[in-house]
């Protein structure tokens, strides 16, 4: 097979990723990349990375080219806050990397995988039931690319035949890497400072409602997509994808029922409480359902269960 490139690998999504792909298609055939390299000590002499800077066409080319990659998941992104915070830097490396991803897809014919998301939407979408296709106006610079994005994938598969596809991720929960950046960090944060401290400060209003996901969900579902038939694929570029839509007040009481003496107060941060405030409550995923038969397998309770057992073996300190 040609190889599959992971970009942003270590990234959030990315460090689960690349592991579960040299799982599924055997290490020799995946290839990780980062503008970072890899902390010292974690080297392993079967594996791929590339340190790599993808707005920089000449890496991305020679990458792609002396690997044979025949499919692409471009994973690095700035995330909402940070966006807001830095909107030319956060232009530059979502638009300018997607391009060039695109053109080298283009080029090379390669596959491409593009991680959309709620931050998609904005104030004038619907904000239950959210449907797949509907008002996409966002107000931050991270939904103006991801919009961007979608569209850019979008035409791309239309005017050159490439195979684009991508899912719209809701706030994604991982024990493996923190997210950095987000507006629903504190959906991972609350779980670090549960097991550390018993208490969490929480940085949006305890109703602040948003779609939710496992990471070993968002993992599966990326690999489901980029397996399934084309011919079943409509919405190719920006699937609705969720399982589960929660609040911080909900959350704390599901952590609250593993750990009684929990507690969490707040102190709202204004920047991430107006994106939230910005994206949908809940969104619709029944395309993904149908077109290519999506479908999560942790919810509230499956999820926070796993959680606390894992992170708390991950912080438990070494003997
Ligand atoms: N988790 C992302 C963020 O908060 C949403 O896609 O920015």
Redesign the pocket.
Known sequence: MRKILVTGALGQIGQELVPALRDRYGAANIVASDIRSLPAGEENADDMFEVLDCTKAQQVEDVVDRHDIGCVYHLAAL???TAEDKPQAAWRLNMDSLYLMLEVARQFDCALFFPS???AFGPTTPRNETPQDTIQRPTTM?GVTKVAGELLCDYYAKRFGVDARGLR?P??ISYVAP?GG????YSVEIFYQAIRDRRYTCPLKPDTRLDMMYMPDAIRAMIELMEADPSDLTHRNAFNVTAMNVTPEELATEICKHMPDFVIDYDIDPVRQAIADSWPRAMDDSAARSEWHWAPRYDLSAMTSDMLEKLSAKLKPAK
């Open positions: 995330l909402s806050a998301s709620i931050g991270y991720f706030g994604l997210p987000g507006t629903t960090d």
